[in-house]
């Protein structure tokens, strides 16, 4: 199946997209990456629900993406007396400490003795997404005073966010640990990781996968952006979920902020997703609004790898014509005559490596002979993903050996995976790109495509050859 954008798009499973039949349909439509949210899968079901998703490989003959995202920390209050739960009003002190007694409109118990730790006087805490904000006047290990700026009815077991206060504990509970253990052991391709806060969280969770799976840096504190590049730099990917991000700072802050990660995360060559209410009124509605239009249209001109449904595609009344919509979307604004010039502006400078410098080259070669497509023989996905960070204005070709390879670079923008055998040597290589090209729909009898290769061949990250190669009858008899 040859989509005819270069972004993906990742669906979010869920009541909506359990069944194997939705989600071929939600494949058919456009999903090239299934989302797993382990806030709600049991780690005894999921190996099923991977069997299944596998099943679609079978069906459709192409390589299926699954990501785990993993549920990270819920910060919580305590429980409230009486019915439940306490008015608080502006200007009031109230006092969160780490007594179990049952809370009142004065104070209530925060179970969380990291977080009183780590406050102090002027930190926000933000209780129940933004309803209520508190700040602290006083704190010590033991219980924080605040000050209620923003008033509301607070009741048991609301959530709490800090927009201010760096917690010195890992971003990972041990249901994440338990969870990403089983994901990678299950085999999915990628394992996202919430709350992020610095590179050594994204350590943490190499040391469970150790190679099984990539690893995602979900960008969703404001603490992580005062550590971005290291955090990028410890990541196989980053994702911008913007819910959260969006509850632990100004609302207005978010649209820059988005930019500014998806810019550096391309910069950096590291596939960048963008989530949270893309189509958020595409849960009840057959249609979205002119601004998620706009919203979804803003991840595609700014070169994301991919765009990401959440509640769309789990829980909504639409889940496949929401993900028709994306692609539909995408496909649009892709073709916009001023989408390559954005792209181009945006573009990094390669760095000082012989991969990076045949990435270069294999671009422009083809964007000066406008070639239909530049096939990359790769066995890691690097020499891929280094095309993808180019944005060429032809389709990328990952021709791999490695079938967990394949699955992993269906998040990537512009790559389009093949399972095949290593070439044996450059003139298979040649003949067997021009013919896969042929065959996945992406040139035709006479047509030059580019062919990428590392020589000796079926050598990891040794991409030193660039060829350019002509579709001849034979390629076409083959394909």
Not at 173 to 198: P, Y
Not at 290 to 296: G, H, L, P, W, Y
Not at 335 to 354: C, D, F, K, M, N
Not at 408 to 425: C, E, N, Q, Y
């Amino acid at each position: 199946m040859k989509r005819e954008r270069r972004i993906k798009i990742i669906a979010t499973m869920g009541p909506a997209s359990a069944s194997e039949e939705m989600c071929a349909k939600l494949f058919e439509a456009g999903v090239d990456v299934f989302r797993i949210n382990m806030s709600h899968t049991q780690r005894e079901t999921l190996p099923a629900r991977i069997a299944m998703l596998r099943s679609l490989e079978k069906r459709f003959g192409r390589p299926v993406g699954i990501l785990a995202d993993l549920q990270g920390p819920k910060l919580r209050v305590g429980a409230f007396g009486g019915d439940g739960g306490a008015m608080l009003e502006t200007g009031a002190r109230f006092v969160l400490d780490s007594s179990a007694e049952p809370g009142t409109a004065r104070r209530v118990n925060l179970p969380h003795p990291e977080i009183l730790s780590a406050l102090e006087p002027g930190h926000t805490l933000i209780l129940d997404d933004g309803k209520i904000r508190l700040v602290v006047e006083k704190a010590s290990r033991t219980q924080a005073v605040t000050r209620v700026t923003v008033a509301g009815r607070l009741t048991s077991r609301k959530g709490v966010s800090l927009p201010d206060t760096t917690i010195a504990v890992s971003a990972m509970t041990e249901k994440d640990r338990s969870d990403a253990e089983a994901a990678a052991e299950a085999g999915v391709d990628w394992i996202a990781l919430s709350f992020v806060q610095r590179p050594e969280d994204m350590a943490d969770l190499r040391k469970i996968v150790r190679g099984r799976a990539l690893a995602m840096a979900k960008i969703e504190k404001p603490q992580a952006l005062t550590r971005l590049e290291e955090i990028i730099e410890a990541s196989d990917s980053i994702m911008v979920a913007r819910g959260d991000l969006g509850v632990e700072m100004p609302l207005q802050k978010v649209p820059g902020t988005q930019k500014r990660i998806t810019r550096m995360a391309r910069r950096m060559g590291k596939p960048v997703v963008v989530a949270t209410q893309m189509l958020e009124s595409m849960i009840t509605a057959p249609v979205p609004t002119r601004a998620e239009v706009s919203d979804v249209a803003t991840a595609v001109f700014e070169g994301a790898d991919a765009v990401m449904l959440s509640a769309e595609s789990a829980a909504g009344q639409y889940p496949v014509e929401a993900v028709a919509m994306m692609n539909s979307i995408a496909e649009e604004v892709e073709r916009e005559t001023v989408y390559r010039s954005i792209l181009e502006a945006q573009r990094a400078e390669p760095e000082a490596t012989g991969a990076d410098a045949i990435a270069k080259a294999a671009h422009e070669i083809a964007d000066t002979l406008n070639l239909k497509a530049i096939a990359a023989w790769t066995s890691s996905g690097s020499t891929a993903l280094r095309l993808a960070r180019e944005r060429p204005n032809s389709t990328v070709i990952a021709l791999t050996p490695n079938r967990a390879t394949a699955r992993r670079l269906t998040l990537v923008w512009g790559v389009h995976s093949v399972v095949t055998k290593d070439a044996s040597d450059a003139d298979d290589m040649a003949a067997r790109a021009c013919k896969f090209a042929v065959r996945e729909g992406f040139a035709k009898l006479g047509d030059r495509i580019i062919v990428v290769a590392g020589v000796p061949f079926g050598t990891p990250g040794a991409t030193n050859m660039v060829r350019i190669a002509f579709i001849a009858k034979e390629h076409v008899d083959q394909a």
